[in-house]
């Protein structure tokens, strides 16, 4: 076995710091991203009700979409802030040569991104019979 060179050390040390800022960028875009759709969601109930008023029909007025978008947001600001705390300590098992996949967290929001995207289209459904 022939010993590592430091300057091999140092690249691939470089090589997984960027790669884990590539990671942590990759999350805040998803986080800004849920947060955006969150606004849309949420603005999607006067729309809706705007339509209707249009056609001069009756909505019920349940702030069912303004939930829904409140809900997306604060998901999409809860990943951003772990995805800087998982930056961090991805960052520190770098330096340390300790590092370990993050399993729990991956799962977590994976979870919580297709819990909210059932609950998207239970409302779509439901808001659709009115129409």
Same mark, same amino acid.
């Given at each position: 076995?022939?010993?590592?060179?430091?300057?091999?050390?140092?690249?691939?040390?470089?090589?997984?710091?960027?790669?884990?800022?590539?990671?942590?960028?990759?999350?805040?875009?998803?986080?800004?991203?849920?947060? =955006?759709?969150?606004?849309?969601?949420?603005?999607?109930?006067?729309?809706?009700?705007?339509?209707?008023? =249009?056609?001069?029909r009756?909505?019920?007025?349940?702030n069912?979409s303004?939930?829904?978008?409140?809900?997306?947001?604060?998901?999409?600001? =809860?990943?951003?802030?772990i995805?800087? =705390?998982?930056?961090?300590?991805?960052?520190?098992?770098?330096?340390?040569?300790?590092?370990?996949?993050?399993?729990?967290?991956?799962?977590?929001?994976?979870?919580?991104?297709?819990?909210?995207?059932?609950?998207?289209?239970?409302?779509?459904?439901?808001?659709?019979?009115?129409?």
């Open positions: 076995m022939t010993p590592t060179s430091p300057t091999k050390a140092i690249c691939d040390t470089t090589t997984n710091h960027l790669a884990n800022e590539r990671t942590f960028l990759a999350w805040i875009r998803t986080s800004i991203s849920i947060i =955006v759709f969150g606004f849309v969601v949420s603005r999607f109930g006067i729309a809706l009700k705007e339509f209707f008023l =249009v056609q001069n009756a909505i019920k007025d349940s069912t303004l939930s829904i978008g409140v809900g997306f947001m604060v998901v999409g600001i =809860v990943m951003a802030l995805s800087l =705390v998982q930056y961090h300590i991805t960052r520190h098992r770098i330096e340390t040569n300790q590092f370990k996949p993050a399993n729990l967290i991956t799962i977590l929001l994976g979870a919580f991104a297709a819990l909210f995207g059932i609950t998207l289209v239970i409302y779509l459904i439901l808001t659709a019979q009115n129409l």
